[in-house]
């Protein structure tokens, strides 16, 4: 423009304005135009009445510099590197500068917490809260280690500051009086056990043992002569002084069962069991329990811990009353009519034997030659080796027992029952001792010399009882 046409020849050649005149007629093809009536010198184009905005004029060569719309910083991060360049950190907290790898800020000191608000009381100062670790248990700087001492139950903490939480110490109740609520006896539980006293091993006086061994082999092969009511009775007695050997004892150490009802109901299991059958034991449990519930509905307070000395009521009459009453099952079979007169004294009179076997040749082949203990933690005097002994020695008194039977008379049998008794008789014990290291107890009672209690000397016969009876329900030596 300005007089002056583009070099490309199709490009339309616009008219030369024209300035200060108001009209310009170009005749019928464009008609009047009309331009402003003011000093702008800048032409203004008007197409069939229609007026345009003003076009800038567009010269070959512009003098003036494209305006600046992107500031090039060293800051601005490219998006896309060439490749082969290092990628340059990015910086994502939101800030204009940039970190550098070897150029890092300094951290941001911050004030340090001036208070702590606690709902319920004022605010403390940090460092004139009260401290929660007594001295001793103070962490020492210069080990790292903490020092302790006897108090438990508290918060300790380390050199970083953070809380070390302890095991607190269980919470006892306190008696005033010595004795229980109930009346059965003291409510001390403080166990004084000793080194000495764990690993010492008890050992039996031979010749005493053997002497009253031998009298209670008499009694019980007398009562078998005179038939199965004079076995029951000698069984009923036993279960009686185990009974009271085994509440009797619990009662010392500080617990408080039910002593009365789980005398009673382990003499009423035998008994019942005896004259009715097995159907009669579930109606002697539940009486049982109602019984000791409501002995202990009538103490005075929960100090009776009434939930640990009933379940050890229940204990005593299952373990004693109930495995025992399966004795007098047994020995009810020969009641059971012609033919059956010797079945129920020969199977007792079997296992009565192998269990005797049992634990005679366990005790003198593991004093002999036994290194490895059955379970240390339980009964130290008990090894593997005896374990092994005792079950050659019960296969071997059973076989031969079995073979002046006029009930067993079969191989099978025999080694069925010595494999009962081989397992069930050293469960029975590990079972006893278990419960007396527990209650710290050395022995149930000193009736038997030699031998400690009753419950001491049957412990095994109990375990081996119920599996036998059913077993022999099952076998039916009788039939031919």
């Known amino acids: 423009m ?14 030369e304005p024209v300035y200060k005149e108001s009209t310009v007629d170009f005749g019928d093809d464009f008609g009047v135009v009309k331009f402003a009536d003011d000093d702008d010198a800048t032409p203004v184009d008007s197409f ?74 004022d605010p403390t100062g940090e460092q004139s809260r009260p401290t929660l670790v007594p001295n001793s248990q103070q962490r ?113 150490t500080g617990y408080q069962p039910a002593m009365i009802v789980g005398v009673v109901a382990c003499v009423a299991c035998p008994l019942t069991a005896y004259w009715v059958g097995d159907a009669a034991l579930p109606l002697v449990f539940a009486f049982a329990f109602i019984a000791a519930s409501i002995s202990f509905i009538g103490t005075t307070s929960v100090e009776s811990d009434p939930a640990p000395n009933l379940g050890l009521t229940m204990l005593g009459i299952i373990w004693i009353g109930l495995f025992g009453s399966y004795g007098a099952l047994i020995l009810r079979l020969s009641n059971s009519g012609l033919g059956f007169e010797n079945v129920g004294t020969d199977t007792l009179f079997l296992v009565v034997v192998g269990v005797i076997a049992n634990d005679v040749a366990a005790f003198f082949v593991g004093m002999a030659v036994g290194r490895t203990p059955l379970r240390a933690w339980i009964s ?82 109990l375990f081996t009882l119920p599996i036998i009876y059913y077993l022999t329900m099952v076998l039916t030596p009788w039939v031919v």
């Not at 583009?6 to 050649?13: A, E, I, K, Y």
């Not at 003003?54 to 070959?60: C, E, R």
């Not at 099978?412 to 079972?431: F, K, M, N, Q, R």
Request: hydrophobic content about 35%; glycine content about 10%; cysteine-free.
């Open 48 to 121: 069939s009445g229609i007026r345009t905005e003003q076009i800038p004029q567009v010269t070959a060569a512009s003098t003036n510099p494209a305006p600046n719309l992107i500031q090039i910083s060293e800051d601005t991060i490219s998006p896309t590197p060439a490749r082969g360049d290092a990628r340059e950190r990015v910086n994502l907290t939101g800030g204009s500068r940039r970190i550098e790898p070897n150029n890092a800020p300094p951290p941001v000191s911050r004030s340090a917490r001036e208070s702590r608000i606690t709902i319920g009381s």
């Open 140 to 252: 020492d700087p210069s080990s790292g280690t903490l020092r302790r001492d006897s108090s438990s139950g508290t918060l300790r903490r380390d050199t970083t500051g953070r809380p070390a939480r302890t095991q607190p110490q269980q919470v006892r109740r306190v008696r005033t009086s010595s004795q229980s609520d109930s009346g059965t006896g003291p409510r001390d539980r403080t166990r004084t056990n000793s080194p000495g006293k764990q690993q010492a091993v008890a050992k039996r006086d031979i010749p005493t043992a053997t002497a009253v061994g031998a009298l209670l082999g008499a009694i019980y092969i007398a009562a078998t002569l005179f038939g199965p009511v004079a076995v029951v009775s000698l069984l009923v007695v036993i279960l009686g002084l185990a009974s009271v050997e085994f509440f009797s004892q619990t009662s010392i």
């Open 380 to 461: 130290p005097g008990k090894s593997m080796e005896g374990f092994v002994g005792g079950a050659m020695g019960t296969f071997a008194v059973v076989i031969a027992a079995g073979m002046q039977s006029g009930t067993w008379t079969k191989l099978s049998h025999w080694l069925i029952i010595a494999t009962v008794i081989s397992i069930l008789g050293p469960i029975g014990d590990l079972t006893e001792s278990m419960i007396k290291r527990s209650m710290d107890i050395k022995d149930f009672g000193t009736l038997l010399r030699g031998h400690g209690g009753a419950l001491d000397r049957f412990d095994s016969i």
């Open 2 to 15: 300005n007089g002056e046409d583009f070099s490309n020849d199709d490009t339309p050649v616009l008219p």
